[in-house]
């Protein structure tokens, strides 16, 4: 079996804290100090007016402490800071989400949308009161038959050269702005996307600002307000569905600021082509996808948290002549369940900081120092924003559930937060982009840059298909490019090199992703030279190849911005427990595809055997920092709101007096001082 040095105990959390905390550590360090009332926390049992009331309450509050408007101008009050506002964000998700998503409803979209598709005139009208939420609003793009595919949406908005204005209309049911939030109470204009048409052109997908509630709080002539009602989770917004029967909209309320629409009608624009200017205007808007991505990470830290500190108090079962029970988190298949989820969070924190400092240096280039959109820049930024969505929220998903079953009974019951927390990231894996597309989204971007290479995909059936096409500019390293690629170099095969060397790691994951892209390309040439194929049968027969080829990209991202992260830390313990944590996820995401990797020649049976050991080893040496390696989550105690955490002292104390009944009976004495922390089961 592989061996490896064993993880120092003595790691500061603290030191493992800062590493955590990163570029922003002023910014999360503010909220935990501040964020301190007990109505940003979810209330148990409250009904959804009551959840709406208090919600709003709490997003009012967090307007008059600047912590969620630092993206914003600073000449309206902001700091220009895009990376901190994401941030923000992230911390307030440790409270309640219902919170953070109403928060990033008014700030992250409809104020975002604002900030970068409007103009200078706009900002000044509206943007201060916008900030100071004053002014509530809604970001109304889906629409209930047309939710991920944006450009085909169907409200029109026409102009007539004639009034100045143009004519806001849903033609049908299907195309009624649906699951808006701040639409179905708070919301008094919209930012709101149509095709735009004049002089009887569409000029594709635009938006407008849209009062829909007077000063009175009245729905405006010809917009209908519904209510979407109650919903499995994040009680506290208040989602709604708009409709618009030929709402006139002034010409100036156009967010103009990649399309123009003169008095006479005529339209200009600085990109020509519809479909640039549209994916240039979305992606603009990218610091929604990345906040709700990283808003899943805090989430899942706060499941983890929770669960790993019950399994170290929870006890079942006693060992054969033993009378004590033993720990829950003493049990393999315990740690199997904490310990790898464990470190793909970590793994996914490090991810977040790269995608959140690239992030914020390319909008701060454009929107601060007005330097040119780098559109290759962008698309890059883009593709990663919805790799990690999807990795973020498809983890929050099954960890907060796992979480949930490691605590039993007890995880069941609302006061001790997990249901609460699985039901509010439940609609994360479909809002700001359903994960399904956005896998798409980044296989499309890898067969672009295939296709960028290697020449037009048309001519795939009459050219040579070598193992070596799919280089390095399409499977582009990350962070720390010169470490990953002397990583990879260094390791001369794949048989009989140690599994904990980090080149072996990186080889695997890296070969899978070239051999799924490699076999989608063939897939697809195969089908570009069958007679008659439909160009839609040619792609779709091959879409479990292009989500598989996107998943594989992902994983590779993510191992190494961990492997960048290792590399960046100074402490020799808080570095050795990260190696450690980083090997984990590794091979665990190594050992769950181990079936693929095995019919593909990089794993034997003998070493298949060895990597699940190494695996069990890894988790051996880790299950002592368990605690530690929540503890660097730094998530205030008052932030928890879990009942099982909150009776730990209590919890100890019986257990303590358990166990020194047990002692006695068999004759034994009790150390002085000694507490135990045998569990005590309801009813017993």
Same mark, same amino acid.
């Given at each position: 079996?592989?061996?490896?040095?064993?993880?120092?105990?003595?790691?500061?959390?603290?030191?493992?804290?800062?590493?955590?905390?990163?570029?922003?550590?002023?910014?999360?360090?503010?909220?935990?100090?501040?964020?301190?009332?007990?109505?940003?926390?979810?209330?148990?049992?409250?009904?959804?007016?009551?959840?709406?009331?208090?919600?709003?309450?709490?997003?009012?509050?967090?307007?008059?402490?600047?912590?969620?408007?630092?993206?914003?101008?600073?000449?309206?009050?902001?700091?220009?800071?895009?990376?901190?506002?994401?941030?923000?964000?992230?911390?307030?998700?440790?409270?309640?989400?219902?919170?953070?998503?109403?928060?990033?409803?008014?700030?992250?979209?409809?104020?975002?949308?604002?900030?970068?598709?409007?103009?200078?005139?706009?900002?000044?009208?509206?943007?201060?009161?916008? #900030?100071?939420? *004053?002014?509530? +609003?809604?970001? =109304?793009?889906?629409? !209930?038959?047309?939710? %991920?595919?944006?450009?085909?949406? &169907?409200?029109?908005?026409?102009?007539?050269?004639?009034?100045?204005?143009?004519?806001?209309?849903?033609?049908?049911?299907?195309?009624?702005?649906?699951?808006?939030?701040?639409?179905?109470?708070?919301?008094?204009?919209?930012?709101?996307?149509?095709?735009?048409?004049?002089?009887?052109?569409?000029?594709?997908?635009?938006?407008?600002?849209?009062?829909?509630?007077?000063?009175?709080?009245?729905?405006?002539?010809?917009?209908?307000?519904?209510?979407?009602?109650?919903?499995?989770?994040?009680?506290?917004?208040?989602?709604?569905?708009?409709?618009?029967?030929?709402?006139?909209?002034?010409?100036? #309320?156009?967010? *103009?600021?990649? +399309?123009?629409? =003169?008095?006479?009608? !005529?339209?200009?624009? %600085?990109?020509?082509?519809?479909? &640039?200017?549209?994916?240039?205007?979305?992606?603009?808007?990218?610091?929604?996808?990345?906040?709700?991505?990283?808003?899943?990470?805090?989430?899942?830290?706060?499941?983890?948290?929770?669960?790993?500190?019950?399994?170290?108090?929870?006890?079942?079962?006693?060992?054969?002549?033993?009378?004590?029970?033993?720990?829950?988190?003493?049990?393999?298949?315990?740690?199997?369940?904490?310990?790898?989820?464990?470190?793909?969070?970590?793994?996914?924190?490090?991810?977040?900081?790269?995608?959140?400092?690239?992030?914020?240096?390319?909008?701060?280039?454009?929107?601060?120092?007005?330097?040119?959109?780098?559109?290759?820049?962008?698309?890059?930024?883009?593709?990663?924003?919805?790799?990690?969505?999807?990795?973020?929220?498809?983890?929050?998903?099954?960890?907060?559930?796992?979480?949930?079953?490691?605590?039993?009974?007890?995880?069941?019951?609302?006061?001790?937060?997990?249901?609460?927390?699985?039901?509010?990231?439940?609609?994360?894996?479909?809002?700001?982009?359903?994960?399904?597309?956005?896998?798409?989204?980044?296989?499309?971007?890898?067969?672009?840059?295939?296709?960028?290479?290697?020449?037009?995909?048309?001519?795939?059936?009459?050219?040579?298909?070598?193992?070596?096409?799919?280089?390095?500019?399409?499977?582009?390293?990350?962070?720390?490019?010169?470490?990953?690629?002397?990583?990879?170099?260094?390791?001369?095969?794949?048989?009989?090199?140690?599994?904990?060397?980090?080149?072996?790691?990186?080889?695997?994951?890296?070969?899978?992703?070239?051999?799924?892209?490699?076999?989608?390309?063939?897939?697809?040439?195969?089908?570009?030279?069958?007679?008659?194929?439909?160009?839609?049968?040619?792609?779709?027969?091959?879409?479990?190849?292009?989500?598989?080829?996107?998943?594989?990209?992902?994983?590779?991202?993510?191992?190494?911005?961990?492997?960048?992260?290792?590399?960046?830390?100074?402490?020799?313990?808080?570095?050795?427990?990260?190696?450690?944590?980083?090997?984990?996820?590794?091979?665990?995401?190594?050992?769950?595809?181990?079936?693929?990797?095995?019919?593909?020649?990089?794993?034997?049976?003998?070493?298949?055997?060895?990597?699940?050991?190494?695996?069990?080893?890894?988790?051996?040496?880790?299950?002592?920092?368990?605690?530690?390696?929540?503890?660097?989550?730094?998530?205030?105690?008052?932030?928890?709101?879990?009942?099982?955490?909150?009776?730990?002292?209590?919890?100890?104390?019986?257990?303590?007096?358990?166990?020194?009944?047990?002692?006695?009976?068999?004759?034994?004495?009790?150390?002085?001082?000694?507490?135990?922390?045998?569990?005590?089961?309801?009813?017993?």
């Amino acid at each position: 079996m592989t061996t490896s040095t064993p993880v120092n105990s003595s790691v500061d959390p603290k030191v493992l804290q800062e590493v955590l905390d990163g570029r922003w550590a002023h910014v999360r360090r503010d909220a935990r100090e501040n964020l301190d009332d007990p109505e940003m926390l979810p209330v148990y049992g409250e009904t959804m007016q009551e959840a709406r009331e208090r919600v709003t309450r709490m997003s009012k509050k967090l307007a008059d402490s600047g912590r969620v408007v630092l993206g914003f101008p600073k000449e309206y009050g902001g700091q220009d800071d895009s990376g901190g506002s994401v941030t923000s964000i992230e911390m307030v998700a440790f409270n309640d989400l219902s919170i953070m998503v109403k928060t990033g409803v008014q700030w992250g979209l409809f104020g975002g949308a604002l900030q970068l598709l409007g103009s200078k005139r706009q900002h000044d009208e509206y943007l201060r009161d916008v #900030m100071s939420f *004053d002014l509530p +609003g809604c970001f =109304a793009m889906t629409e !209930t038959g047309h939710g %991920s595919d944006v450009q085909q949406l &169907r409200t029109t908005c026409t102009y007539d050269a004639q009034t100045q204005t143009f004519d806001l209309h849903t033609p049908h049911q299907a195309a009624r702005k649906d699951y808006i939030g701040n639409a179905a109470k708070d919301g008094r204009m919209a930012v709101v996307f149509a095709q735009l048409i004049s002089q009887g052109t569409n000029h594709g997908v635009h938006a407008w600002l849209v009062p829909i509630r007077d000063a009175d709080g009245q729905p405006m002539p010809g917009v209908t307000i519904g209510d979407d009602g109650p919903k499995a989770g994040l009680p506290g917004v208040d989602n709604g569905r708009l409709s618009f029967d030929h709402v006139s909209v002034p010409r100036d #309320m156009l967010l *103009d600021r990649y +399309g123009q629409v =003169a008095e006479d009608g !005529t339209y200009t624009s %600085s990109i020509e082509n519809e479909t &640039r200017r549209f994916f240039t205007m979305l992606g603009t808007l990218v610091r929604g996808r990345v906040s709700v991505g990283g808003s899943a990470g805090s989430a899942t830290k706060l499941a983890l948290d929770i669960a790993v500190r019950y399994g170290d108090v929870r006890r079942q079962f006693a060992a054969p002549g033993e009378d004590r029970e033993i720990v829950i988190n003493d049990y393999l298949v315990h740690q199997r369940k904490l310990l790898p989820a464990l470190a793909k969070t970590y793994a996914l924190h490090f991810a977040q900081g790269e995608l959140v400092e690239t992030m914020h240096d390319v909008q701060t280039a454009v929107h601060v120092h007005g330097q040119e959109i780098d559109e290759q820049a962008q698309r890059e930024l883009e593709s990663r924003a919805a790799g990690l969505k999807v990795a973020q929220t498809a983890h929050a998903t099954a960890t907060i559930q796992m979480c949930r079953e490691a605590c039993g009974g007890a995880g069941y019951l609302q006061e001790n937060r997990l249901p609460h927390l699985k039901a509010d990231t439940d609609v994360f894996t479909t809002f700001e982009g359903d994960n399904t597309v956005l896998l798409q989204l980044v296989a499309k971007g890898l067969l672009t840059g295939y296709r960028d290479n290697f020449g037009s995909l048309d001519g795939w059936g009459r050219v040579g298909f070598v193992a070596d096409m799919v280089r390095e500019t399409v499977l582009e390293r990350t962070a720390a490019r010169a470490l990953i690629a002397r990583l990879v170099d260094a390791v001369p095969g794949v048989d009989d090199v140690p599994m904990l060397e980090r080149g072996w790691q990186l080889k695997m994951l890296e070969f899978r992703e070239k051999h799924s892209l490699e076999g989608a390309i063939r897939r697809l040439r195969k089908n570009s030279t069958t007679e008659g194929m439909a160009p839609f049968d040619m792609f779709n027969s091959v879409q479990d190849h292009v989500l598989k080829t996107a998943q594989t990209h992902i994983d590779r991202v993510v191992l190494e911005a961990f492997v960048a992260g290792v590399d960046r830390t100074d402490d020799p313990a808080v570095r050795q427990l990260l190696d450690s944590q980083c090997d984990l996820y590794a091979l665990s995401t190594i050992e769950a595809d181990k079936a693929w990797f095995l019919e593909h020649g990089q794993l034997t049976p003998a070493r298949a055997k060895t990597l699940t050991a190494t695996v069990n080893q890894l988790i051996r040496e880790l299950r002592p920092h368990m605690i530690t390696l929540v503890d660097a989550f730094a998530i205030p105690a008052h932030w928890k709101a879990a009942a099982i955490l909150e009776e730990e002292p209590d919890r100890q104390a019986a257990m303590a007096a358990r166990d020194a009944e047990l002692r006695a009976r068999n004759g034994e004495d009790t150390p002085e001082g000694t507490a135990t922390d045998l569990d005590v089961p309801p009813g017993q």
